[in-house]
T-cell receptor, first 115, second 113 residues
């Protein structure tokens, strides 16, 4: 089946630095990808919808200047957490929607820890 | 706007028994999809089952079945013959258009030997 890969799976960074997380569809083209954030034992909260070649659509309450999303190709969307702080520590998960039969696949998730 | 409510923070079941995980939803959309995902401790989201709002028959996928009661706005997941590997967090989700999901709070299922 289709595979969505996230990289890195785990990242630890210092407060104030920026971190980039990649979401890549390995064997299909995805014009639309979604980014979620999940705190431990909590629900997944949609952060933004990433559309190839256009600006991302952010959910209410999500800081677009802090969470930069770029979807420059049909197989890659990136989430950059800028000037990260400890409260940004979380599990970030992406999903990708196939163009044809409209199936949805999730990445393995990326765990960010900000010290 | 859509909302999913899972009222069971945790559930316990004996191996080989069946278990029902509750899910109720609220939406103003006429057409929508309901999903169940399993999330083991590794964090990956594993798709289990899907029910379309216009599907008249309850969805089934192997040991998973979805008890869809549209008038009551409920979409409970039934797992038959539970296995130790079923222990995980389970999420119910709704989508008015394919891809953009609203998740419930989740239910942690523990299967006892």
């Amino acid at each position: 089946g289709a595979v969505v890969s996230q990289h890195p799976s785990r990242v630890i960074c210092k407060s104030g630095t920026s971190v980039k997380i990649e979401c890549r569809s390995l064997d299909f083209q995805a014009t639309t990808m979604f980014w979620y954030r999940q705190f431990p034992k909590k629900s997944l909260m949609l952060m933004a919808t990433s559309n190839e070649g256009s600006k991302a659509t952010y959910e209410q309450g999500v800081e677009k200047d802090k969470f930069l999303i770029n979807h420059a190709s049909l197989t890659l969307s990136t989430l950059t957490v800028t000037s990260a702080h400890p409260e940004d520590s979380s599990f970030y998960i992406c999903s990708a929607l196939t163009s044809g039969n409209r199936e949805l696949f999730f990445g393995e998730g990326s765990r960010l820890t900000v010290l | 706007a859509q909302k999913i409510t899972q009222t069971q923070p945790g559930m316990f079941v004996q191996e080989k028994e069946a278990v029902t995980l509750d899910c109720t939803y609220d939406t103003s959309d006429q057409s929508y999809g309901l999903f169940w995902y399993k999330q083991p401790s590794s964090g990956e989201m594993i798709f289990l089952i899907y029910q379309g709002s216009y599907d008249e028959q309850n969805a089934t996928e192997g040991r998973y079945s979805l008890n869809f009661q549209k008038a009551r706005k409920s979409a409970n997941l039934v797992i038959s013959a539970s296995q130790l590997g079923d222990s995980a967090m389970y999420f119910c989700a709704i989508s008015p258009s394919y891809g953009k999901l609203t998740f419930g709070q989740g239910t942690i299922l523990t299967v006892h030997p």
